[in-house]
Every structure is written in C-alpha cells, then in structure tokens.
C-alpha cells in the first residue's frame, strides 16, 4: 500500500495547480476591483496592464490607451476622455459588488510606452475588451476585441452598448451623468437677465410685436421661401448654379422636379414682386385721394404685374417645354434652359 500515497499525490499536483491559477485569478479581480471603486476607470502602468490583462482570467477587462499630454496633440483622445470616465463612474457605481466581473482601466501613454509599442500601436485613442478565458463567461478565441472610433469621440452610451453586446448573460449598469450645476446656474441665470431686459423694454417691444403689419410681412417673407423651393434646396442639397455645357451658366434647371439654388432666388424675388403690386393695387392704390396719382399707380403697378407674371410664365415654359400657358411680352422663351442637370 505504499504506492497509495505516491498516486495520490500524482493525481492532485495538477489539480492543486488550477486551484491555484483559479484562486489567482479570483483574487486579482478583487484587488482589482477594489481598486476601482475608489477610483474608476482605474489608471494602469505597463506592469499592472500586464498583470490585470494576463491569463487565464475569470473577468473582463476594459482597457483604454490614450495620450492625454498635450505634447502630443490628441485632440480624440481629450474629446473621448470624459465620456469615459462618466461610463466608468456609472459601471463601478452600479456594480459595486463585481457581478458583471468587468473592469474599466485607462493606461495612458506616458505611463505604458512599453505597451503601446509591443502592440505595435501608432495611433490612439485604443478601446480593447479583454474577454474571460476561464470560467462559466469563458470565449474560444482569447484575442481582444478593438472598438471602431472610425466616426469621431462616441458617446457613453455608444460605449456601453457596445460592451453590454459583448458581455451577455450579466449585469450592465445604466449610465449616468451628474448633474452640472455651473451649466444649471448659468442657463438660469442668462433666463433671468433676458427676462428682466425684456421686462424693461416692454414698453418699446410690445408695440412691435403687437404690430399686424410686421407679422403680415413676416408671414408673406415665410411663404415666399417654402412656396419659391427653399425647403426643398435644404433637403436635397441642390447646386446653386450649374453649367450650361457650353462655356455659359445654367441659372434655371430643367424639369419640374429639379431646380438650382439661385433658381430658387429668383423665383422668390418674382413672387415677391407680384405680391407687393397685388397688395399695392388693393390696399394703397383705393386709399389714394389724388385722382390722377391713383390712376398713375393703377397703370404702373399694372404693367410691373403683367410683365414679372409673364416672365414668370416663361419660365415655367422654359422648364417644360409642354407647358401651355404663355403671356406678352415673353411670348417666346428667351431663358437658355439645359435638357438636363
């Protein structure tokens, strides 16, 4: 029964060596954690990058590589930097316990040289998401996962949800942002001043509010751009002339469904045009005492309307060939309209 002893203690040598790199492990996280509580993200240096990143581990680990130090001129990496405390603070804070088992870090260049070269990395920042090898969240592959900052700073919330996609089956903290009382105290206060300054003119500003020709002019200004297509150049970003191809410019683009931005412009000035003799001819011309200067403006505000309406007419002729209205004097369209854009 010698042998007994001797097979036992074969048979338990790499039974206590997992213990032990489990118990490792464990109490890395721990110290770790603990860590971050106090301070979170949790700043690192190449040899606790080194030790918090090692396998085989039973949590995951976040690590950011940045360069804050103005010297070397980072302009992504300051922009980032709050939106990654503010999600540390809200993931440590709601996570007091671990049971997410992630660990947010920071490891700046300064502080990690070594690092950054033997990563080869020539830019920053770097979002890595050190997966579990071990344990009941364990992956195949042991590689970090890289976040994308292809598109600028992200948010915190882009952030975590790229996390939380990563880290399924555990519990991912809601973010969340203090409140900036500076921000609160000086929006109240601006509020305040402008209130008062309005308080104070009232007398000078109640007038001109309460004024129907200014909201009259207003309203026909407002008209005049969504009737002339200024809504339309702002959504499909139109061009605001084009060529005509023939060495010249194009002001007028063909076709109903296109138009230019200058086009736009003009027709507005039309149509303003044909709104203020309108409004002249109704309003101004009947108020008139003066026989004779009534009948001057009759006519003069009648031909300026038959005139801009006939150029407006032509126009349309000119964006379509089939349009069947026409009126003296631009009978024949003089405008050099392009078959196309």
Same mark, same amino acid.
């Given at each position: =029964?010698?042998?007994?002893p001797a097979?036992?203690?074969?048979?338990a $040598?790499?039974?206590?060596? @997992?213990?032990?790199?489990?118990?490792s492990?464990a109490?890395? !996280?721990q110290?770790f954690?603990?860590?971050?509580?106090?301070?979170?993200p949790l700043?690192?240096?190449?040899?606790?990058?080194?030790?918090?990143?090692?396998?085989p581990r039973?949590?995951?680990? #976040?690590?950011?590589?940045t360069a804050?130090?103005?010297?070397?001129g980072?302009q992504?990496?300051?922009? @980032?930097?709050p939106?990654?405390?503010?999600?540390?603070?809200?993931?440590?804070?709601?996570?007091k316990?671990?049971?997410?088992?992630?660990i &947010?870090s920071?490891?700046? @260049? #300064?502080?990690?040289?070594?690092? @950054? =070269?033997s990563?080869?990395l020539?830019?920053?920042? /770097?979002l !890595?998401?050190?997966?579990?090898?071990?344990?009941?969240h364990a /992956?195949?592959?042991?590689?970090? $996962?890289?976040?994308d900052?292809?598109?600028g700073?992200?948010?915190?919330?882009?952030?975590?949800?790229?996390?939380?996609r990563?880290?399924?089956?555990?519990?991912?903290?809601? /973010?969340?942002?203090?409140?900036?009382y500076?921000?609160?105290?000086?929006?109240t206060?601006s509020?305040?001043?402008v209130?008062?300054?309005?308080f104070?003119?009232s007398?000078?500003?109640?007038?001109?509010?309460?004024?129907?020709?200014?909201?009259?002019?207003?309203?026909?200004?407002g008209?005049?751009?969504?009737?002339?297509?200024? =809504?339309y150049?702002?959504?499909?970003?139109?061009?605001?002339?084009?060529?005509?191809?023939?060495?010249?410019i194009s002001?007028f683009a #063909?076709?109903f469904?296109?138009?230019?931005?200058l086009e736009?412009?003009?027709i #507005?000035?039309?149509?303003?045009?044909?709104?203020?003799?309108?409004?002249? &001819?109704?309003m101004?011309a009947?108020?008139?005492k003066?026989?004779?200067?009534?009948?001057?403006?009759?006519?003069?505000?009648?031909?300026?309307?038959?005139? =801009?309406?006939?150029? &407006?007419?032509? /126009? !349309?002729?000119?964006k379509?060939?089939?349009?069947?209205?026409?009126?003296?004097?631009f009978?024949?369209?003089?405008?050099?309209?392009?078959?196309?854009?």
């Amino acid at each position: =029964m010698r042998w007994l002893p001797a097979l036992l203690s074969i048979v338990a $040598l790499p039974l206590g060596s @997992f213990a032990a790199k489990s118990s490792s492990s464990a109490s890395r !996280f721990q110290t770790f954690h603990t860590q971050a509580v106090s301070s979170s993200p949790l700043k690192l240096s190449d040899s606790t990058y080194k030790k918090l990143t090692s396998a085989p581990r039973d949590y995951a680990v #976040a690590v950011l590589l940045t360069a804050l130090d103005a010297k070397y001129g980072c302009q992504l990496c300051t922009a @980032f930097q709050p939106e990654w405390e503010v999600l540390s603070k809200s993931w440590t804070k709601g996570d007091k316990k671990g049971e997410s088992r992630l660990i &947010l870090s920071t490891l700046d @260049f #300064a502080e990690g040289r070594d690092t @950054f =070269m033997s990563l080869g990395l020539q830019t920053a920042p /770097v979002l !890595f998401l050190f997966q579990p090898t071990t344990g009941p969240h364990a /992956v195949p592959n042991p590689d970090p $996962l890289r976040f994308d900052f292809a598109n600028g700073p992200p948010s915190a919330e882009q952030v975590h949800d790229w996390l939380a996609r990563h880290l399924p089956d555990r519990p991912h903290p809601a /973010v969340y942002r203090p409140v900036n009382y500076v921000r609160w105290a000086v929006s109240t206060v601006s509020v305040l001043g402008v209130l008062g300054v309005v308080f104070k003119l009232s007398p000078y500003i109640l007038p001109i509010i309460q004024n129907r020709n200014v909201w009259a002019g207003l309203s026909l200004i407002g008209i005049l751009l969504f009737t002339s297509g200024h =809504m339309y150049n702002q959504i499909r970003k139109v061009p605001y002339v084009s060529g005509d191809g023939r060495g010249g410019i194009s002001y007028f683009a #063909a076709g109903f469904q296109s138009q230019y931005g200058l086009e736009t412009q003009i027709i #507005a000035f039309i149509y303003g045009v044909l709104s203020f003799a309108t409004i002249s &001819l109704a309003m101004k011309a009947p108020r008139t005492k003066d026989n004779n200067v009534q009948q001057i403006m009759v006519i003069a505000w009648g031909i300026v309307l038959t005139v =801009m309406y006939s150029f &407006l007419l032509s /126009v !349309f002729r000119g964006k379509n060939g089939g349009y069947p209205f026409k009126l003296p004097p631009f009978i024949v369209n003089s405008i050099s309209i392009p078959n196309s854009i």
